[in-house]
């Protein structure tokens, strides 16, 4: 099992800047992928940026340029520094591990809100 900690989130002006940060403390499986998903009101959860074990990483093509992960495979830690936020971005932002292929876990989910 693996438990992961989300911080960060909050409310901000367009063109602002927000960081979500997230821990799996404790676990002892190595994390294939660790990422960031959103799910804004009355849409599917949709991948946001994700970071491979080995260091590749992937946005989706709305964040490309304005968003960046980071991972810290020693600590089994993810961040998304998020910047020049449109208001499109409202969601709950959800940080994401995968085990393989097949084990897929969440964290507890973190509202993101960008409004003038």
């Known amino acids: 099992q693996v438990h992961l900690v989300e911080s960060g989130g909050g409310s901000v002006q367009p063109g602002g800047s927000l960081r979500l940060s997230c821990a799996a403390p404790?676990?002892?499986?190595?994390?294939?992928?660790m990422g960031w998903y959103r799910q804004a009101p009355g849409k599917q959860r949709e991948l946001v940026a994700a970071?491979?074990?080995?260091?590749?990483?992937n946005y989706a093509d709305s964040v490309r340029g304005r968003f960046t992960i980071s991972r810290t495979n020693a600590k089994n830690t993810v961040s998304l520094q998020m910047n020049s936020l449109k208001p499109e971005d409202t969601a709950v932002y959800y940080c994401?591990?995968?085990?393989?292929?097949?084990?897929?876990?969440w964290g507890q989910g973190s509202q993101v809100t960008v409004s003038s």
């Open positions: 994401h591990a995968r085990v393989g292929s097949s084990f897929n876990y």
């Open positions: 404790g676990s002892i499986f190595s994390l294939d992928v």
């Open positions: 970071a491979l074990s080995g260091g590749s990483t």
